[in-house]
């Protein structure tokens, strides 16, 4: 829950969708840790504050107070980015009156880099203190379950989860649980959101160019499930003699090509640039050349321009995981209801290739000495699909009550059971296109210095679409970099 920034577009993503949760009572006890020096400042300016005011003292005193003789089992400590998994927690005490545990949340955004090293500090000097669970998003999450800091997350069996069974049963995503396994094939981390992406396209705009705008014509014509973008580069050159831009930016592109690639940037311990990684750049330099799009960068008010027909020229549409539409589509279309701005005039379609874009892990510590009570917590939130449980609730947008912010979540069994219309989508329900889009999708080829790596394939991948240097260059100065940066050589 994203995303989708260089180094920030994925925290903006998980911060916007934090207002899902909004009245939840944010965080048990937002609280910052010391990760060294002066990110101490850092880490405390960057802290999320805790929604909801008074609602969050209740939740935690309800929970403590209704276990036995009114005394607390104990303290769990969380350790995450955002207020959006506390405010699930708060959620869960409410639900589970029982649970006799107090929840310490200790919040520092990832700005900065602040987040990283104050966790990896934490769990290093394990103790009271130390996170029971903890949170990783897309961007680094590598690193907690496969990379540098896997050996401190617990297998998800350990802490009492029926693994194969639930997992059978909730129909989670495959791309989420190969980013959640460690080395040794042990499932250590799942999410409470798929991020499977859709191409969200502009209904008027099919309507006026291709004389359709249904969801199942517009995939066909954009190439959806085909592999490439043969099709997909044909309907662009169709929308430009209607002078509409086909992408915003040539990052929207890459936001699909960086997951599809057969193998990923390291292979044998060399940097490796897969075929589909590098057919990036040519794509990239037909983007700019032919006008395909507006040449804005994601996050930037030029690319939310374009989502409220503010821009230089029309955009066809963006690709992206439902996020990107309930908090980021929604809130800069220039509307709040049919009618006004680009609101109702969107549908969504499967795309060309699979992909995914952010998400946010749940682990839990190896050492904490109360896992089976994190267990119950994380089963809850990720794999829990009865009407009781947060994916219910979430994907039909009752977890504050009626009305609120319907959303894709892990697991398919609960999608195929909920209500995903959306007014924003004209009506369609966004389930049928992002239920296969999350199969389709694949986590395979992540690395843990993915974040690193791709910026520096789109600063040069950047420079090359817009003349500024020939392929060869671009290619051999990003390895120049990666060597720099990582110690990591090309092969």
């Known amino acids: 829950m994203r995303r989708f920034r260089k180094a920030a577009a994925v925290t903006l993503s998980a911060c916007m969708m934090v207002s899902a949760l909004a009245g939840c009572g944010g965080s048990t006890e937002a609280t910052t840790a010391a990760a060294g020096g002066g990110e101490t400042e850092a880490a405390t300016e960057a802290a999320t504050e805790a929604a909801g005011g008074g609602e969050t003292e209740a939740a935690t005193e309800a929970a403590t107070e209704a276990s036995s003789g009114g005394e607390s ?39 900065d880099g602040a987040y990283q090293p104050a966790l990896d500090q934490a769990l290093a000097a394990g103790g ?5 669970f903890y949170c990783a998003e897309e961007a680094f999450v590598l690193k907690y379950t496969q990379g540098d800091m896997s050996s401190f997350a617990a297998p998800y069996a350990d802490l009492g989860i029926d693994v194969d069974a639930e997992i ?15 080395p040794d094939g042990k499932l250590v981390g799942l999410g409470y959101q798929s991020t499977g992406g859709c191409f969200i396209y502009r209904r008027s705009i099919a309507k006026d160019v291709f004389g359709t705008d249904d969801p199942k014509e517009i995939g066909a014509i954009i190439g959806a499930g085909s592999g490439n973008f043969d099709k997909f580069f044909e309907a662009a050159e169709t929308l430009k003699g209607k002078d509409v831009a086909m992408l915003s930016g040539m990052g929207d592109l890459w936001t699909v090509i960086k997951h599809s690639a057969d193998q990923g940037w390291l ?42 027909d503010e821009g230089a020229k029309k955009v066809f549409g963006f690709f992206g995981p439902a996020w990107l539409i309930n908090y980021t589509l929604a809130p800069n279309c220039g509307g709040e209801k049919v009618g006004e701005g680009t609101y109702g005039d969107w549908a969504v379609c499967e795309p060309p290739v699979g992909f995914f874009w952010g998400g946010t892990w749940l682990m839990a510590n190896k050492d904490s000495e109360k896992k089976e009570a994190v267990g119950q917590i994380i089963e809850w939130i990720t794999l829990n699909c009865t009407e009781d449980g947060l994916q219910y609730k979430w994907a039909n947008g009752t977890l504050n009550g009626e009305g609120g912010t319907k959303d894709v979540v892990a697991s398919n069994t609960v999608l195929g059971i ?15 296109a992002f239920i296969p889009a999350n199969s389709y999708a694949s986590g395979k080829t ?3 210095y993915d974040e690193t790596i791709n910026t520096a394939w789109q600063d040069q991948a950047s420079q090359y679409a817009h003349g500024e240097k020939d392929k060869d260059t671009a290619i051999a100065d990003f390895k120049t970099n990666v060597s720099d940066q990582l110690g990591i050589e090309a092969e």
Do not use: C, R
């Open 418 to 432: 909920s209500d995903g219309t959306l007014d924003f989508l004209g009506g369609q329900d966004m389930f049928e």
């Open 73 to 111: 089992k104990g303290v769990i400590n969380l350790w995450t980015f955002t207020d959006e998994v506390p405010g699930m927690v708060d959620k869960f005490l409410e639900a589970n009156p029982d649970f006799g545990y107090e929840v310490n949340s200790t919040i520092i955004a990832t700005t």
């Open 446 to 448: 992540m690395t843990q």
């Open 267 to 308: 292979v044998d311990g060399k940097l490796h640039i897969d075929p589909k990684i590098d057919q990036y750049m040519d794509y990239s330099k037909t983007l700019i050349e032919n006008g395909y799009t507006n040449d804005t960068s994601a996050w930037s008010d030029a690319w939310f321009a374009d989502m409220k």
């Open 168 to 182: 059978a049963a909730a129909e989670i995503a495959p791309y989420t649980i190969d980013i959640g396994t460690n």
């Open 128 to 132: 009271a203190d130390a996170p029971d």
